[in-house]
């Protein structure tokens, strides 16, 4: 497999931990949106992020949604991910383009500004649970990690990478989360945050051609790590035509009776991965007399 996220614990469960290469699923995720180089780095460290987290979700069915509104050029982005390594996402501006930051990396904070982000997760239960948080840097990662210390009090490092070849297309991309248990030692805590400065950055690790497995090693070997699953992801959408079909099929009698006067096919495109379904005037006149 191509693109696969690893769980695994360390010091006798006090930490787990999860990290990701995801590099085919950003670059699907660029083609078809066709991004420019700051808002691929942006919709693909969210990509990877809920791609963990969706793991971390325990029900075959159980989804979860992050979705950020913000004030900067990028307006927005939204990414749903689900338990068994699938994510699917879409920005709301794709043509952004800026010059680097002071460190001469994509400006992804500028890109977002600042905002706001949602965590949605479907769970079964009657209510879906939400967490919100002020964008703390635009930056994600470190967004992601302020959603884990407030909204589920569960104190974790978050570090997300997106490198852009200068064919525009995806080099390196992936990820770690590491989370403290509530029973986690004062000891391994200070040690776990000193390791965690050293460590390059992700897609320096992932330059030198480290693997997820590779990467958790490099930050918790000293801990006596335990690999416990491997998982394949990918950015894979469930659209289809009847699901399309039964959206259109939702509109009122009169917005479909406008659409059917006007003679013409009509194409519908899917938000999150950007395939197009067309619809004839007879399909359309087959809805609307179902109504």
Do not use: W
Not at 155 to 182: C, E, N, T, W
């Amino acid at each position: 497999m191509s693109d696969y996220i690893v769980r695994a614990t360390a010091a006798d469960s006090q930490i787990r931990a999860f990290a990701i290469t995801s590099k085919e699923m950003v670059e699907e995720a660029r083609r078809a949106h066709d991004t420019r180089p700051v808002i691929t780095a942006a919709l693909g460290r969210l990509l990877s992020g809920a791609a963990m987290m969706g793991t971390m979700m325990k029900g075959d069915n159980d989804l979860l949604t992050i979705q950020i509104q913000c004030g900067g050029p990028a307006k927005g982005l939204t990414v749903t991910a689900d338990s068994h390594g699938h994510v699917k996402g879409f920005p709301m501006e794709s043509q952004v383009e800026l010059p680097l930051n002071a460190q001469g990396k994509l400006d992804v904070g500028r890109a977002l500004g600042l905002g706001v982000m949602s965590v949605i997760k479907d769970m079964g239960l009657k209510e879906p649970y939400v967490g919100q948080i002020a964008l703390q840097t635009g930056e994600i990662a470190e967004d992601l990690t302020y959603y884990f210390a407030t909204s589920e009090q569960i104190p974790s490092a978050v570090g997300l990478g997106v490198l852009v070849d200068k064919d525009l297309s995806v080099r390196q991309a992936g990820g770690f989360i590491i989370q403290l248990m509530p029973f986690t030692s004062d000891e391994v805590i200070e040690k776990l945050e000193n390791k965690i400065r050293e460590i390059a950055s992700v897609t320096e690790m992932l330059e030198q051609g480290m693997t997820p497995e590779q990467i958790l090693e490099e930050i918790l070997g000293d801990f006596g790590l335990e690999i416990s699953d491997k998982i394949p992801a990918a950015f894979e959408c469930d659209c289809s035509k009847e699901r399309v079909s039964r959206a259109i099929s939702t509109l009122s009698k009169k917005d479909l009776d406008s659409i059917i006067n006007d003679g013409e096919a009509i194409e519908v495109k899917c938000q999150f991965c950007n395939k197009a379904y067309h619809f004839d005037v007879d399909e359309l006149k087959e809805m609307r007399s179902a109504k």
